[in-house]
């Protein structure tokens, strides 16, 4: 071969050994982004929609890594402008090097796991966004996310929710339930619990269940994150578990995408999505949802099921089983388009970025004059049913809505 | 449907289509992993992304046909039974 | 950047005036990301690129009072649309402020009756005909940027559709828009002065002046758009041929047959198909044989476009094309509107895979002289292969430019690994870039038919191409722009002030 400077690769400046490291792990990946520049990410994103910024577009991820590379820039310069995403996958499925090409060379667009890897570098060299920080602190002193913001989060309220419901402890099949669910939303896990008992579906809480870890290495604090992985995966050791039942989307990404990187071929746990459960009880006959709910409705498709797992027909099929509702569709592809905003840690920093984006996306259910959206994902619940206020559209869960059809009477909180 | 590590990272034995492309599951092609041992290597990819990547692209390009026009005409509805003498010439439908 | 420190505390005071705090950015990343656009980038140099500062404006008024203060302080202006063009239009050369216009990406008005709408320039036609649709209509802008170019940007580049063989191009969809001028003033610019003309023979027919230009002229704020129905039919064969000249013929046959709903059809040629074979699923179980393809599309009432299309699988049949079915056919050509080359399509003369960027060069030819250039063109192309692993000749199309066959968007498309581009890369990519121009005056061509012609390399040949024309450029420029703030450094305008 004939390279034009004899098979060296030009010379680069990058200031300390970590962050060289950093960009020989990443420069590829970011290359692919910066060499095609197409931007068919940025309308479907979601901080971009709001912000109309393109410093803070998937693109811009990317080229600040070729710019640290050439030693342009620095992790200091760029870390603030990591806090604007919510890890929603649009980005990378929109991109054609994931969508024409990513199966092809095994080699797709990563903006998320580059944004993870820019925020635990700026972690790792003690550059911190100050709300995160706080987040993180409380959530490794309590093993939960402060979702009360300052009412107590403790490990002896993780159960609250299932006071009544005579739920064992351990088993074979264990239902994890996310803190906003846990603490916050309790309607969600309550309604899950009763529809797998209504099928006879056997299942048991862990001993001493810990945040899944997922939100701290979103926020770039690897470190907890694993700590805490770790704590559950020993406690489902524990416990006898060979399966873990998950009805939050982003616990789902954590199991089967943190967790096997954290622990590989070791990670011997079968996670089942509930949603998924769900509509097979359905299809087999196990559930029918007799009780009619009328009312008007749409789905939001959560942004780590439909973009970042393609999940989205199950949901559908558990909808459209429920007798009295008008189901007014959107359909998945425009949806990639959609966010509620409320991951990845921006509502945390950025409030008013997740109001704006859950703004636009009440306007879209609006634009289809629903009473109700329907969502799958306790962390787009909140923003998504602040915004539904002014707009007069309730939020609902999934598994609240078949609860209701199921005829059970569910409990618990919505807010 | 559900998650499984061991089952995630076995791909279906591969069948070679050409010099540079291998098959794995159907309709589902590759690149010959030797193309990328030297500059890019490839990522660890377990079977639900590739699988994710290709039924979103065939989502995607009949949203693109949905947002041009109300419905698409197969061609192979119309292609002609014999050759025409005159095709490019004033001929009658 | 060119400013000190000092100038651009003075510049953003002045903007402060004028503009909120979160509309103007000053940081490093703010302004490295506004200093390239997807074309090739001589990485290495990427400092020399950056603007000083950018500013996000809301409304014209926002637009109009940036440019007057950079035109009293003497500052360079660039505007940024979408940044997706390649002749970098929107790569600032002298620092300055960049316009960024995404914030104007408001719709004004649809006037389902007199079929026109009107739009903040910072729209993309995607999301707009997402509005559209609920209408039943549709604005048929449609370059292979459609997701993420935007109106803009497409206004400032004079851009090209790939159906415009129906429905016309940029500067046939756009009637007219305001316009912020180098000093500042705003004007209302279109066929005469009316906002919803199609055709008027009032005055000097200034509009296509202010399209085009590449920034150098002022910005575009809010432009009024020509509507179509939403088509209920479209139809899109693709024919497989085993060799070039019958390809050739048959492409040129299908341009020239005058059918109403004729959009467009593309030639590919035999580097197009071996490249596709690398990594295209369509493509890469075809039969060796196949060494040129072609394609057609249709737009219409289905009534029209099922008549329409048996002529022309006709015509394709009578050159002995080989339909290649209706997955094929239908999967690329959707695959058309979003159709950038990704960068994995690189290969070392190993056949390794890397990582390369995209380069389109392109010009305006006849029919005629359509297999000269294809050969002289790849022969321009195989030398910096042989020079440099840089490089990479991904193949050339073809498409139509109109709807009876005259001249042809001919473009080739290089891959440039910029992983490895140092100067030595890059003075050879620039002097291939001008013998590519050359070629095409040669053969009585155009330098571009799409992306413009003020890259560096074959914008040295622009003033052969005009003419006495140049020099009328150079005086609209002075007129225009007396102190030579708007987008300076492109086209070699700066000869206007020597």
């Known amino acids: 071969m004939s390279l034009t400077d004899g098979g060296a690769e030009p010379e680069v400046t990058v200031r300390d050994e970590r962050t060289q490291e950093f960009v020989a792990e990443w420069r590829n990946a970011s290359y692919n982004c910066y060499s095609s520049g197409h931007k068919f990410c940025r309308e479907v994103c979601p901080v971009m929609q709001v912000t109309r910024n393109e410093s803070w577009t998937p693109t811009a991820f990317h080229a600040n890594v070729v710019a640290m590379e050439r030693g342009e820039l620095d992790v200091a310069d760029i870390a603030a402008d990591y806090v604007n995403c919510t890890q929603c996958g649009a980005c990378e499925l929109r991109c054609p090097n994931t969508l024409f090409t990513g199966d092809f060379y095994r080699f797709r667009t990563r903006t998320v796991d580059v944004v993870k890897a820019v925020r635990a570098l700026a972690v790792e060299k003690d550059i911190h966004q100050p709300k995160w920080q706080s987040w993180n602190e409380r959530t490794d002193e309590r093993t939960h996310e402060p979702v009360l913001g300052d009412i107590d989060i403790s490990q002896e309220r993780v159960r609250d929710w299932a006071a009544d419901l005579n739920i064992p402890i351990g088993g074979e099949s264990i239902l994890f339930v996310d803190c906003e669910a846990a603490y916050y939303r309790t309607s969600v896990p309550r309604a899950v619990a009763q529809i797998l008992q209504a099928a006879g579906y056997e299942f048991g809480l862990m001993a001493e269940q810990w945040c899944c870890g997922g939100p701290a290495a979103e926020m770039g604090y690897v470190d907890q994150a694993r700590r805490f992985a770790e704590h559950n995966l020993a406690d489902w050791r524990s416990v006898g578990a060979k399966r873990v039942l998950v009805l939050d989307p982003h616990d789902y990404i954590s199991f089967t995408e943190d967790y096997p990187k954290y622990f590989g071929a070791d990670f011997d746990i079968e996670v089942v999505l509930v949603v998924e459960l769900i509509a097979d009880l359905i299809r087999d006959g196990v559930l029918t949802p007799t009780v009619p709910i009328e009312r008007t409705i749409t789905y939001h498709d959560p942004c780590r099921l439909n973009k970042r797992k393609g999940i989205w027909k199950e949901p559908r099929e558990i909808l459209r089983a429920i007798p009295g509702l008008t189901f007014r569709d959107v359909d998945r592809v425009t949806q990639w388009s959609y966010c509620s905003g409320g991951g990845g840690g921006l509502p945390i920093e950025k409030p008013e970025l997740t109001a704006a984006i859950s703004a636009g996306r009440i306007a879209k259910a609006a634009d289809l004059a629903v009473d109700t959206l329907v969502s799958a994902c306790p962390w787009s619940e909140r923003p998504l049913s602040e915004a539904g206020a002014a707009q007069n559209i309730d939020v609902i869960d999934i598994h609240e809505l078949l609860a209701e059809s199921l005829g059970i009477t569910v409990g618990g909180s919505r807010s | 449907m559900s998650y499984r590590y061991d089952e995630q990272h076995t791909p279906p034995e591969p069948t070679r289509v050409t010099d540079v492309a291998i098959t794995t599951f159907e309709d589902l092609y590759e690149v010959d992993p030797r193309l990328m041992q030297e500059w890019v290597t490839q990522q660890e990819f377990p079977n639900w992304d590739s699988l994710r990547i290709m039924n979103s692209r065939h989502d995607h390009l009949e949203w693109m046909h949905e947002h041009f026009a109300h419905k698409v005409i197969h061609g192979s509805e119309l292609l002609p039974a014999d050759p025409d003498p005159n095709p490019s010439g004033e001929v009658s439908l | ?498």
């Not at chain 3, 980038?41 to 404006?57: I, K, M, S």
């Not at chain 3, 910072?122 to 604005?139: F, R, V, W």
Request: aromatic share 8%.
């Open chain 3, 1 to 498: 950047m060119t400013l000190t420190a000092e100038r651009v505390d003075t510049v953003v005071h002045a903007l402060r005036r004028v503009l909120r705090d979160d509309q103007i950015l000053t940081s490093k990343t703010d302004r490295y990301n506004r200093a390239r656009v997807p074309a090739p980038f001589p990485v290495h140099r990427w400092a020399e690129r950056l603007p000083d500062l950018a500013v996000l404006p809301e409304s014209t008024e926002d637009v109009a009072a940036v440019v007057r203060i950079a035109n009293e302080l003497l500052v360079p202006v660039v505007p940024r649309d979408g940044g997706t063009g390649l002749t970098d239009g929107a790569v600032p050369l002298r620092g300055g402020i960049v316009v960024d216009v995404k914030r104007m990406n408001a719709i004004h008005e649809i006037d389902p009756v007199n079929r026109t709408c009107t739009v903040g320039t910072g729209i993309s036609m995607l999301k707009l005909n997402e509005q559209l649709a609920k209408h039943g209509l549709i604005y048929p802008d449609d370059p292979a940027s459609y997701p993420c170019s935007l109106v803009g940007g497409r206004i400032g580049t004079s851009g090209w559709s790939l159906i415009g063989a129906r429905y016309g191009h940029t500067r046939d969809l756009v009637l007219s828009f305001d316009h912020v001028l180098p000093t500042g003033e705003v004007m209302h610019v279109g066929d005469g002065v009316g906002q919803k003309i199609t055709k008027s023979s009032s005055g000097y027919q200034l509009k296509h002046l202010f399209m085009g230009h590449q920034g150098t002229l002022g910005i575009a704020t809010r432009a009024t758009l020509k509507l179509f129905p939403k088509p209920e039919a479209e139809l899109s064969p693709f024919w497989a041929f085993d060799n070039y000249d019958d390809a050739y013929a048959c492409v040129g046959d299908l341009a020239r047959a005058g059918v109403a709903t004729f959009a467009g059809a593309v030639l590919f040629d035999e580097h197009k198909v071996a490249y596709l074979r690398r990594d295209d699923e369509a493509y890469i179980p075809q039969p060796s044989d196949v060494r040129a393809l072609v394609c057609a599309v249709m737009y219409g009432y289905e009534d029209e476009v099922r008549p329409a299309g048996k002529r022309l699988l006709r015509i394709a049949q009578s050159h002995g094309a080989r339909y290649l079915g209706d997955e094929i056919s239908e999967g690329d050509w959707a695959a058309r509107h979003d159709r950038y080359a990704t960068p994995l399509h690189g290969r070392t003369g190993n056949g390794q895979v890397v990582p390369m960027s995209w380069h389109c060069e392109d010009a305006a030819i006849n029919y005629t002289h359509l297999p000269a250039v294809t050969r002289e063109w790849h022969d321009i192309v195989a030398g910096l292969r042989r020079q440099s692993d840089v490089f990479d000749d991904w193949g050339m199309f073809a498409y139509t430019s109109s709807d009876n066959g005259t001249d042809w968007l001919t473009e080739i498309d290089v891959g440039i690994w910029e992983q490895q581009l140092d100067d030595r890369a890059w003075a050879l990519w620039v002097q291939a870039k001008r013998d590519l121009a050359a070629v095409s005056l040669k053969y009585h061509g155009s330098i571009s038919a799409c992306h413009g012609s003020c890259r560096e390399g074959e914008v040295d040949l622009v003033p052969d191409e005009l003419g006495r024309g140049f020099q009328v450029m150079l005086d609209l420029k002075r007129a225009l722009d007396p102190r030579n703030i708007m987008n300076p450094g492109k086209y070699h305008l700066d000869r206007a002030y020597s």
